[in-house]
C-alpha cells in the first residue's frame, strides 16, 4: 500500500524555567492511504504530544525539535524555527479531540461553527452554502441535519462527538489525527463514532487516520496496525491482531494482559497490573527505559538501548529478541 | 411566561420593601427641617419670638408633620399611588417632581456616554490585554488595576487640581457658565461640553479600568478553553478566534452594563459634588443637608426603582443572550 503520510526521527520537548522534557524522542512512523493506525500506552506516555505535533499544534512550551514531515509528496520540517503555514490545518491534517462538548464553543449552533472552519479556508463561502455542504454531509453520513440548529449542550454525548468528527472532517483533511475520541463514551457510542471513521475512510473523505487510545482491545478493533509507546519511544510495531495475540516486547505483553476482558480464559486467571510508574522523563534511565518495571530485564538492558529487532512492518525493541528474528 | 411573572413579583415585594425603608429612613437623620427653615428665614428679616413661634407652627402643619407618624405613612402612600412625590421642604414650594427633572437631564447625560464608553473601551481593551499576554498584558493588567481602584472621587479631585488648578484649561465647578441660562446655541453647547470634560474624564478612567480588569480575567479563562484548541487545530485565524471568545466573555460582562446604567439615576453622588455639577447628586446632597424628606424619598424611590428595572430586564433577557442559560429557564435538554 502507498504511504500517505511519514514522519522521521521526531523529537518533541517541553520547555519551561530552563527545563527541557522531551516527551517524544526519535518517533518514527508511517501512515498509509486508506489505513488507520492505532497508537497506545499508557497516560504520560507522549501520546498525547505526538498527537499535537503531528495536527502542526505545537507551540510553546511545547518545542519540536527535529523531524521530518511527509505528507502526500510534500516534505514539511517541523522543527519550530520553520513556521508553517495556518492554512495546513484542518485542510491537510486535523484533529479529532477527546471530550466533545468542550471542544464545540458553547454559544454557537453547530452550524454557526461549521461556518467559522470552512470560512477559515475559504473566506468567500456565504453561510447558505456552507449550511448546504455541511447538511448533504450530515446525510450522506446519516446522521440527523437537525443537528445543525442546535446548540452543543443540546445533543447527548455520542451525537457530540460525531458532530465533532464531521465537523473536523469538513474540508477533506488527508489525514485525521484522533486523539482518545471514544474515551469518555459508552460502548454503543464509542461502536457508533468507530462506524463513522471506517465510512469516511471508504467515502474518501479522509485518507487516513492515527488512532490514539489507551484502550488495547479498542484499538484491535479499530486499528489496522498498531504502534505501541513507551516513554516518548515506540516501542513495537504491528498488525493490530498480531500485536495483541502475539505482542513481542514485554510492555505490550503487560498491557495486553492489564486489560479486564470478562471472557472464560482470562476471567480464571489474575489480572496481571505493570507493577511502578513510567519514567521520569526528565531524567530517563540509561538502556531500556521499560527496564526498571521489567520482569524480564538483566544487566544489559540496564545499560544499553535496544535497538528494533524485526522489519519495518514488525518490529520490537528489547534485548530478548536479539538473534530471534531473522 | 410563569418565570416572568414570578419574578415579577419578587421584584414588587422587593419594591415595596424599599418604599417602607425610603419613608423611614430619612426622617432618622437628627434634626427637624422646620428648624432649618425657620432659622433660615429669621436671619433675614429678625422676626420676634412670638411671630417665630407661629411661622414654626405654620410650617409644621403645612408639611403634616404635627400629625402621628403612621397618618403621614399613610398620606406618603396615598399620595405615591396618585403620583404624587410631595412638596420640598427645602425648596418650598417647588414640587419635587419639577426638582428632579431638572437635574435628571445633566446626570443622565454626564454618565450614559461615560459608562458605555467606558464600557467598550474596557471590555475591547480587557480582551486585547489578555490575547496578547507576555509583558504587554502586564503593564496593561498594573494600570487597569490602578485605575479601577482609585476611588472616583478623588481621581476627580485630581484631575480637578491638575487640570482646573494647576494648568487653568477646564473650569472648576458647574454645568455651565454662571450668570448665562441654557439655552439652545454653538456658544453655549460649548461652554457646556468644557464643563462637561473633566467630570466625563473621571468617570471614564475609573470605568474603563474596572471594565478592563474583569474582560481580562474573563477573556484569559476562555482563552484555556478546549474550544478554542479546537478551532485552532482546524485552522481558523485568531481574529476569529479571539471574537468568539471575546461574545462569550462578555455575557457576565452585560449585567455589569445593565446594572451601571440602572444606578447611573442616583448620580455619581461625589462627581457631582466635587464639580458641583447641577445633576441628581447635588440635589440629593443639598436635599440632605437640610432635611427635606419628601425631596430624599422621590430621588431614593427612583433609584429604586431605577435599580430594580434594570435588574428585571436582565432577568428577562439574559436567557436571549446565553442559550445555556434559556435552555435552563425552560428546562429542554
Known amino acids: 500500500m502507498e504511504t500517505l503520510l511519514s514522519v522521521k526521527n521526531l523529537c518533541a520537548a517541553y520547555v519551561q524555567g530552563g527545563q527541557r522534557v522531551r516527551v517524544v524522542d526519535g518517533v518514527s512512523l508511517e501512515l498509509r492511504r486508506g489505513e488507520v493506525l492505532g497508537i497506545a500506552g499508557e497516560s504520560g506516555c507522549g501520546k498525547s504530544t505526538l498527537a499535537q505535533v503531528l495536527a502542526l499544534l505545537a507551540r510553546p512550551p511545547l518545542w519540536v525539535e527535529q523531524g521530518e514531515f511527509w505528507l502526500d509528496g510534500t516534505i514539511y520540517h517541523l522543527a519550530q524555527e520553520h513556521r508553517l503555514s495556518r492554512e495546513l490545518r484542518g485542510c491537510k491534517v486535523a484533529m479529532l479531540p477527546q471530550g466533545a462538548l468542550n471542544a464545540l464553543n458553547p454559544t454557537a449552533r453547530i452550524r454557526e461553527i461549521a461556518l467559522e472552519v470552512?470560512?477559515?479556508?475559504?473566506?468567500?463561502?456565504?453561510?447558505?452554502?456552507?449550511?448546504?455542504?455541511?447538511?448533504?454531509?450530515?446525510?450522506?453520513?446519516?446522521?440527523?441535519?437537525?443537528?445543525?440548529?442546535?446548540?452543543?449542550?443540546?445533543?447527548?454525548?455520542?451525537?457530540?462527538?460525531?458532530?465533532?468528527?464531521?465537523?473536523?472532517?469538513?474540508?477533506n483533511p488527508k489525514v485525521l489525527i484522533a486523539d482518545e475520541p471514544t474515551s469518555a463514551l459508552d460502548v454503543s457510542s464509542q461502536k457508533a463514532v468507530v462506524k463513522l471513521l471506517r465510512e469516511l475512510l471508504e467515502q474518501r473523505v479522509i485518507e487516513g487516520v492515527i488512532f490514539i487510545a489507551h484502550d488495547l482491545p479498542l484499538l484491535r478493533n479499530v486499528a489496522d496496525r498498531i504502534a505501541i509507546m513507551y516513554a516518548g519511544k515506540v516501542v513495537e510495531l504491528g498488525p493490530s491482531r498480531e500485536m495483541v495475540e502475539a505482542s513481542r516486547h514485554p510492555y505490550t505483553k503487560a498491557l495486553v494482559e492489564a486489560v479486564l476482558v470478562p471472557e472464560p480464559y482470562i476471567r480464571q486467571r489474575r489480572v496481571e497490573g505493570i507493577e511502578g510508574t513510567p519514567p521520569d522523563l526528565r531524567a530517563p534511565p540509561p538502556g531500556c527505559r521499560f527496564a526498571p518495571r521489567c520482569r524480564y530485564a538483566w544487566a544489559r538492558c540496564r545499560e544499553l538501548e535496544p535497538p528494533p529487532f524485526g522489519d519495518k512492518e514488525r518490529f520490537a525493541a528489547c534485548w530478548l529478541l536479539e538473534g530471534m528474528s531473522a | 411566561m410563569r418565570y416572568a411573572l414570578s419574578k415579577a413579583a419578587w421584584y414588587f415585594m422587593a419594591f415595596l420593601a424599599a418604599v417602607v425603608l425610603n419613608y423611614f429612613l430619612p426622617r432618622l437623620i437628627p434634626g427637624n427641617p422646620v428648624d432649618t427653615i425657620v432659622a433660615r428665614m429669621a436671619q433675614g428679616g429678625g422676626s420676634e419670638g412670638?411671630?417665630?413661634?407661629?411661622?414654626?407652627?405654620?410650617?409644621?402643619?403645612e408639611f403634616g408633620?404635627?400629625?402621628?407618624?403612621?397618618?403621614?405613612?399613610?398620606?406618603?402612600?396615598?399620595?405615591?399611588?396618585?403620583?404624587?412625590?410631595?412638596?420640598?421642604?427645602?425648596n418650598y414650594p417647588a414640587?419635587?417632581?419639577?426638582?428632579?427633572?431638572?437635574?435628571?437631564?445633566?446626570?443622565?447625560?454626564?454618565?450614559?456616554?461615560?459608562?458605555?464608553?467606558?464600557?467598550?473601551?474596557?471590555?475591547?481593551?480587557?480582551?486585547?490585554?489578555?490575547?496578547?499576554?507576555?509583558?504587554?498584558?502586564?503593564?496593561?493588567?498594573l494600570g487597569f488595576l490602578t485605575l479601577s481602584n482609585i476611588p472616583y472621587y478623588c481621581l476627580a479631585i485630581l484631575l480637578l487640581y491638575a487640570f482646573s488648578v494647576a494648568l487653568p484649561l477646564f473650569p472648576s465647578f458647574g454645568g455651565y457658565a454662571p450668570g448665562t441660562t441654557p439655552h439652545l446655541s454653538l456658544d453655549f453647547i460649548l461652554n457646556v461640553l468644557h464643563h462637561y470634560t473633566l467630570p466625563f474624564l473621571s468617570l471614564v478612567l475609573v470605568l474603563i479600568g474596572?471594565?478592563?480588569?474583569?474582560?481580562?480575567?474573563?477573556?484569559?479563562?476562555?482563552?484555556?478553553?478546549?474550544?478554542?484548541?479546537?478551532?485552532r487545530s482546524l485552522g481558523v485565524s485568531d481574529r476569529r478566534i479571539v471574537w468568539s471568545i471575546f461574545r462569550n466573555a462578555m455575557l457576565p460582562q452585560v449585567t455589569g452594563l445593565a446594572l451601571a446604567i440602572g444606578s447611573l439615576v442616583g448620580g455619581a453622588l461625589l462627581t457631582e459634588v466635587v464639580f458641583s455639577y447641577p445633576g441628581i447628586g447635588s440635589l440629593l446632597f443639598t436635599a440632605i443637608r437640610q432635611n427635606d424628606?419628601?425631596?430624599?424619598?422621590?430621588?431614593?424611590?427612583?433609584?429604586?426603582?431605577?435599580?430594580?428595572?434594570?435588574?428585571?430586564?436582565?432577568?428577562?433577557?439574559?436567557?436571549?443572550?446565553?442559550?445555556?442559560?434559556?435552555?435552563?429557564?425552560?428546562?429542554?435538554?
Do not use: C
Request: aromatic share 10%; charged share 15%.
Open chain 2, 50 to 61: 412670638e411671630a417665630r413661634q407661629q411661622m414654626y407652627q405654620t410650617f409644621l402643619r
Open chain 2, 65 to 90: 408633620l404635627d400629625r402621628p407618624p403612621l397618618e403621614q405613612f399613610l398620606n406618603y402612600l396615598g399620595n405615591l399611588l396618585q403620583g404624587d412625590l410631595g412638596t420640598s421642604f427645602g
Open chain 2, 210 to 231: 474596572g471594565q478592563a480588569v474583569g474582560m481580562r480575567s474573563m477573556a484569559i479563562y476562555e482563552l484555556s478553553a478546549d474550544y478554542v484548541h479546537y478551532l
Open chain 2, 95 to 141: 414640587k419635587v417632581a419639577d426638582l428632579i427633572a431638572a437635574s435628571l437631564p445633566w446626570t443622565v447625560a454626564l454618565q450614559l456616554p461615560a459608562i458605555l464608553l467606558g464600557w467598550i473601551l474596557g471590555n475591547w481593551l480587557g480582551v486585547l490585554a489578555a490575547y496578547r499576554g507576555g509583558w504587554v498584558d502586564r503593564w496593561a493588567f
Open chain 1, 118 to 171: 470552512i470560512r477559515a479556508h475559504q473566506p468567500k463561502t456565504t453561510p447558505q452554502e456552507a449550511y448546504a455542504r455541511t447538511q448533504e454531509r450530515l446525510e450522506r453520513l446519516g446522521l440527523p441535519v437537525r443537528v445543525l440548529e442546535a446548540y452543543p449542550h443540546q445533543l447527548s454525548g455520542g451525537m457530540r462527538q460525531r458532530v465533532v468528527t464531521v465537523i473536523s472532517t469538513l474540508l
Open chain 2, 293 to 333: 424628606y419628601p425631596l430624599i424619598q422621590g430621588i431614593t424611590l427612583l433609584v429604586t426603582v431605577a435599580v430594580l428595572a434594570a435588574n428585571f430586564i436582565i432577568d428577562l433577557t439574559y436567557g436571549l443572550i446565553d442559550p445555556r442559560i434559556r435552555s435552563a429557564q425552560v428546562g429542554e435538554r
